[in-house]
C-alpha cells in the first residue's frame, strides 16, 4: 500500500533507454514506409506492430527515469516490451512459406502454408498466454494482491514462444541446408520458372543468411526473459537493468534493423 513504492528495484538510466526510444521510433518508422512502398501486407503490419510496441515500451522507460514509482509507466512498459517480440516472429513465420513458394513446393518436406498455419498458430497461443498473464499480474500488482498466477502464465508463454521459435529454427535450417548446401547453389533447384531469377540472385542468398541472424537474435532475448520472469519480479536479472539492456533491448533492436536493408519486398520482390 506504499504509493511510492518501485517496482523496478531499480530507477531506469534515462539516456539508455532515450537511445532505445529513438531506435525503435525509427525502426518503427523505416518498416511503416517500407510496408506501404513494397506493399508487404502480413510482414509489414507485423513488423509495424513489433516496432510500434518496442516503441511504446521504452516510453515508458523513459518516463520511469523520472520517477519509478509511477505504476502506469510501468505497466506499459513490461507488457509492451513482452509482446512486441511475439509479433516479429508472426512476420519472420510467414516469410517461410512465402520463399518455399519461390523455391518450389516440390522441394519443401511441408507444403508452404503448413509452415504458416503451425507456426503463426503457435505464435498466437504465445501472444495470448503473454498478454493474459501480464493482464493478471497488472491487475494483481495494482491491487496489491499475489502476482504469481499471472507471472507463471507469462512464463509459460514465453517459454512456448521460445519452443516455436526452436522448431521454426530447425525448420528453417533444413530448408536452409537442403537447397543450398546439397544444390550448390539456388540455380540448380528445379522450381517455378517465373521465380528463377529470384534464386539466382546471389542477394537471395545473403537475405536468408540475415533473417536466420535476425530470428537468432529474438530467439535469445525469449530465453533470457524466461529466466528472469522465472525467477520472480524481485529477482536478480529483474532488477539489474544491465541485463535488460543488453540481453533484451539490444538484440531485439539488432532484429529489427538487421530487416530494414534486408527487408523481404526488395529480396523477394
Known amino acids: ?14 539516456a539508455p533507454n532515450l537511445a532505445a526510444l529513438i531506435v525503435f521510433a525509427t525502426a518503427w518508422a523505416a518498416h511503416t514506409g517500407l510496408a506501404v512502398f513494397y506493399q508487404q501486407i502480413w510482414f509489414g503490419v507485423c513488423l ?21 514509482t509511477i505504476l502506469n509507466d510501468f505497466l506499459v512498459q513490461i507488457i509492451c516490451l513482452t509482446l512486441g517480440p511475439a509479433f516479429f516472429m508472426a512476420g519472420t513465420y510467414y516469410l ?15 507444403k508452404p502454408w503448413t509452415y504458416s498455419k503451425v507456426f503463426i498458430s503457435l505464435d498466437l497461443v504465445s501472444i495470448v498466454l503473454q498478454a493474459l498473464g501480464g493482464g493478471m499480474a497488472a491487475t494483481a500488482l495494482v491491487q496489491n ?13 514465453l517459454a512456448f514462444q521460445v519452443f516455436a521459435t526452436a522448431v521454426f529454427m530447425l525448420c528453417w535450417l533444413d530448408f536452409y541446408w537442403t537447397q543450398f548446401q546439397e544444390n550448390d547453389t539456388a540455380a540448380n533447384v528445379d522450381g517455378p520458372e517465373k521465380f528463377a531469377h529470384i534464386r539466382n540472385a546471389k542477394k537471395t542468398k545473403l537475405f536468408l543468411f540475415a533473417l536466420g541472424v535476425s530470428i537468432t537474435f529474438v530467439f535469445i532475448r525469449s530465453i533470457y526473459r524466461v529466466a528472469e520472469l522465472s525467477l520472480g519480479w524481485t529477482g536478480y536479472l529483474m532488477t539489474q537493468e544491465g541485463y535488460f539492456l543488453v540481453l533484451d533491448c539490444l538484440m531485439v533492436a539488432i532484429a529489427i534493423w538487421i530487416m530494414v536493408p534486408f527487408y523481404p519486398g526488395y529480396f523477394l520482390g
Open 96 to 110: 517461410l512459406a512465402e520463399i518455399v513458394v519461390i523455391w518450389g513446393i516440390e522441394n519443401s518436406r511441408f
Open 48 to 68: 509495424f506492430i513489433a516496432a510500434g510496441l518496442e516503441t511504446a515500451g521504452y516510453i515508458g522507460r523513459f518516463l520511469s527515469s523520472s520517477d519509478p
Open 1 to 14: 500500500h506504499n504509493d511510492n513504492y518501485n517496482v523496478y528495484g531499480y530507477t531506469p538510466l534515462r
Open 145 to 157: 494482491k499475489n502476482v504469481n498466477t499471472g507471472t507463471h502464465i507469462m512464463v509459460a508463454g
